[in-house]
């Protein structure tokens, strides 16, 4: 829920001056915190991420949605419009697979929403996602404030007597006739003897779920809604943003100098490069860089690019993760350095900015052939080894790698500042977050690493993984025959795995998510869940786990 102007500014007193009195919730505020709560607590205590992730999302979106003004500039927004998109899907991909890349993307979504519905004139994805979170910090205290005995108790406890009195001999009647009819009516006695036993239930019940424990994860749930339905502004961000702009401007030439105080107390003054200096110092770094690198392009295109075939005892592993970090350490890198040299005034430098521009921009595109090499790197270990997490990983990474580096030349050609590459970068990060949310990735590692071609499998990686991928691993239990299994048994070291524990591993792993899910509740499923019951009763053989084979 938003406030209006002054209403934000009475919430944030000066520095120094008498503190304001706490804003007033709105009727719909003091009915949807408590609401919140209970729902957070119902849906998500002692229960998984799954349903209730999106139930819950819904929930607040729907609950700020209706508090915003008609008139509020978040609904001009395009940030807002599109982190709210990203929120729904994210949230809507938790139930349907309750993967952690989908969970982290709805939470961290969600996050950077609140932060646009806070300060609609943000645009660096990062400062939404620490707005979002900081208001937390002015909720809980507005939620405190609510906890405080009034300053008037004394008056209201007298109207409370009063009332109280001219309603307990009505009460007391009550009470008379409710006692005669339970006399003189049986079924209204039988009645009666009901709603006491359901009401007794009800409260023993509710003693038994009452615990410390349970109590705590109350108040956090009634914390998170406040810091979601209590949007009190945050603006250190926003202003901290404002100081920016999308593109390089000029500064006037001037040569600084900075001092320093030598053990003999003399002070001996450096002078700052000066802009030539600085455009030679560029342009010697980048053209020797750039030599260097096309060396290394050319071994990579004609050692990996066409026809790469390991030769028997090649370390592969070594050739794919330490080639691969170092090289991209090396385009970070180099992306740092040109940030760096083009940050200021070098780019109005005339006399040397053409060539300048022209070398930074070979060295851009050896880097975008640099990072094609790291991905072949990838490609050929997934080609040899199978597909992992961290393999999913570099290609998101290499991903965001080239859309740097195009941002890069926009600043080189078109001087724009690094906060506008930022927000470009940011935004290019958060579609990368919800395209590997969106990704069934554990279904597709072992349809991948079960293919026929491998010959070797790290069986006890795909065991690892969560259930939902059990049904692909009963379907293809056929195909462990005549494989090499294994499994990691510490820091890079593997140990066989016989077919026979490999199966009897696999059929616990069945049965246990069958009694699993089985207890579960409703909160807790998922889209996927309902998929492997629907595969398993259809299947009762593999579902019981073949005991007879196992024997």
């Known amino acids: 829920m938003t406030t209006s102007p002054s209403a934000a500014a009475a919430a944030w007193p000066a520095a120094g001056a008498t503190a304001a009195p706490p804003v007033p919730l709105t009727a719909l505020q003091k009915l949807l915190l408590p609401v919140g709560a209970i729902l957070f607590d119902g849906l998500f205590w002692q229960e998984r991420a799954a349903l209730n992730m999106l139930l819950y999302t ?49 939470v961290a979504s969600l996050a950077i929403w609140l932060g646009y519905v806070n300060q609609a004139h943000l645009k660096l994805v990062g400062h939404a996602l620490l707005t979002g979170l900081a208001n937390l910090l002015p909720a809980v205290r507005r939620l405190t404030q609510l906890l405080r005995l009034p300053q008037n108790l004394g008056s209201r406890v007298s109207r409370t007597w009063y009332y109280g009195r001219l309603l307990g001999l009505p009460l007391l009647a009550l009470l008379v006739f409710h006692l005669l009819f339970v006399v003189a009516n049986p079924r209204y006695s039988a009645l009666t003897d009901r709603a006491l036993t359901m009401l007794g239930d009800a409260l023993e019940r509710l003693f038994v779920r009452l615990s410390v424990p349970h109590l705590l994860f109350f108040g956090l749930g009634l914390l998170l809604t406040a810091g979601a339905i209590l949007i009190m502004p945050v603006h250190f961000f926003a202003d901290h943003e404002s100081r920016f702009g999308e593109f390089v401007r000029r500064r006037r030439d001037q040569v600084a100098s900075f001092a320093v105080r030598r053990p003999d107390f003399r002070v001996r003054r450096f002078r700052v490069l000066d802009l030539r200096k600085e455009y030679l110092m560029a342009m010697s770094l980048i053209g020797l860089v750039n030599v260097l690198l096309l060396v290394v392009n050319a071994i990579d295109i004609s050692w990996i690019w066409f026809g790469f075939v390991p030769t028997p005892g090649f370390d592969l592993t070594q050739f794919v993760h ?6 991209i350490l090396s385009i970070l890198v180099a992306m740092g350095i040109v940030l760096w040299f083009f940050r200021r005034n070098l780019n109005f430098y005339q006399p040397g900015l053409p060539l300048l521009r022209r070398a930074a921009t070979v060295w851009v595109l050896q880097n975008a052939v640099l990072a094609v090499s790291v991905g072949l790197r990838n490609y050929y270990y997934i080609q040899h080894t199978g597909l992992a997490y961290k393999r999913i990983g570099v290609y998101g990474f290499l991903l965001l790698t080239f859309f740097g580096l195009a941002t890069v030349l926009l600043k080189i050609w078109r001087r724009r500042s690094a906060y506008a590459l930022f927000r470009l970068n940011g935004l290019a990060a958060y579609a990368v977050l919800l395209l590997l949310a969106a990704g069934n990735w554990e279904i597709w590692i072992v349809r991948y690493n079960l293919q026929p071609r491998f010959r070797q499998v790290d069986y006890g990686f795909l065991l690892a993984m969560p259930d939902r991928v059990l049904p692909e691993l009963a379907a293809r239990e056929a195909t462990l025959t005549g494989r090499a299994l294994n499994r990691e048994a510490g820091s890079n070291t593997w140990v066989p795995l016989p077919e026979p524990a490999a199966r009897q591993m696999l059929h616990a792993r ?15 499923y998922t889209w996927a869940d309902y998929q492997a019951a629907r595969y398993f009763d259809a299947h009762p053989v593999t579902a019981a786990g073949h005991a007879a084979a196992v024997r």
């Open 510 to 524: 069945i049965r246990g998510s069958r009694a699993r899910q089985a207890r579960r509740h409703w909160p807790s």
């Open 322 to 327: 330490e080639g691969t970090y170092v090289l």
């Open 58 to 106: 819904l929930f607040v979106v729907g609950a700020v949605l209706g508090g915003l003004p008609r008139t509020s500039p978040v609904w001009r927004s395009g940030y807002f419009r599109l982190t709210l998109l990203g929120t729904l899907l994210s949230a809507l991909l938790v139930a349907v697979h309750g993967s952690g890349a989908a969970q982290l993307s709805c």
